[in-house]
């Protein structure tokens, strides 16, 4: 890779004829189906930090997961902090000016903010960026050799944006895009309560501040974990009091299952074992948290059948997650209505309900629910993924 900063003129949008470059540019195109990018390092701009990382550095990962490849990137000095870019080693060159631009390449400044999804939209569909409140972006695929040369975007038919898309000119727009970027940050499995007070609360009292330290997502969702089995332990005490204190935890645990994925999602740290950790600790915590109850609520009133039903409502849990893996794991994963049902029932909403019946003293309620919703959660989705597929018209 070739990132060291270089000195040169001042970077112009001057299109040289630069053939090696060029028919390098066309045959990696050809030959592997990508589309290559040429990101230009505004001096103003690319240095600018949105969430602890600097715009270049944004632009070349997204460019990246964009399917952009090769990358050259235009700079006439060095380089600003590339942390994520080196991090994931992205590889790219270096160029003092704009070379000549092979048909179909991907050019982009670093005056906006922009997601992996929009870049992978214009490089399939081409067209020039724009935001969602209609301002044109400098974020276009060029076809051909740009009629004007200090705007190879003029002309370029209008793609909407459909992720935050912004265009930044100083501190105070790279601040507001920052803001945006965090309010978009969410998951489809968000229920009422992540929207409006978990993902919230968790953004100022933790998620700004960890994507400023070497902390990772994983081990945020590690201590996560934790937190929700400590939880599970102290409802197992008995008393009203430890219940109470429990169920402050497990909301407490529920504010930081937030932020592991705000994090890696704000400063690209997404990873397959981190989605594990987080599935997998979801179940733990859940059984911790059924079974805890279950005993505490044994030890005061041994004639109720406290046990059985944490018992069932641990088994019914498993196997709503056997059930749920095999729906991801068909072709095409899960279907809306099933993706839907996922998603309502793996919310973080009912740890809103184990404090207030904790608090009221009523937690054998939860309970009951949780022994009986957790099978007819599974036989539900089973029941979905059993569905027969739709019928394709042959169009005899």
Known sequence: MTDAGIKAPACTLQFLLSDGILRRLTAVKTQRNVVPAVLIADPGTAGVGVIALTLLDRLLVAAH????????????????????????????????????LAPGTLVANTRQLVLAGDIRQIATHGGRLVAPDGSQLDLGRVDSRPADESDPWKGLAPMRAIGVARPIHDESSAIAAGEALWASLSSSSDGMVDRHFNRPVGR??????????PITPNQVSVGATLLGVLAGVLFGLGSRPMSILAAVLFQISAIIDCVDGDVARAVFKESPLGKWLDIVGDQLVHASVFIGIAVGLWRGSA????????????????????VVLRGMRRPGGADGKLQRLIDGATNRDFSVLVLILAIVDRLGWFLWLAAIGSHLFWVLALALQWRPAPKVASGK
């Open 303 to 322: 004639a109720a059948p406290f046990l059985w039903l944490g018992s069932s409502a641990v088994l019914g849990g498993l196997i709503a997650f056997v």
């Open 65 to 100: 997961r964009g399917g952009c490849h090769p990358i050259t990137v235009v700079a006439s000095g060095p380089l600003p902090d590339l942390r994520r870019t080196r991090a994931l080693g992205i590889r790219f060159d270096v160029a003092a000016q704009v070379p000549a």
């Open 204 to 213: 100022w009292l933790l998620s700004r501040w960890l994507v400023h330290t």
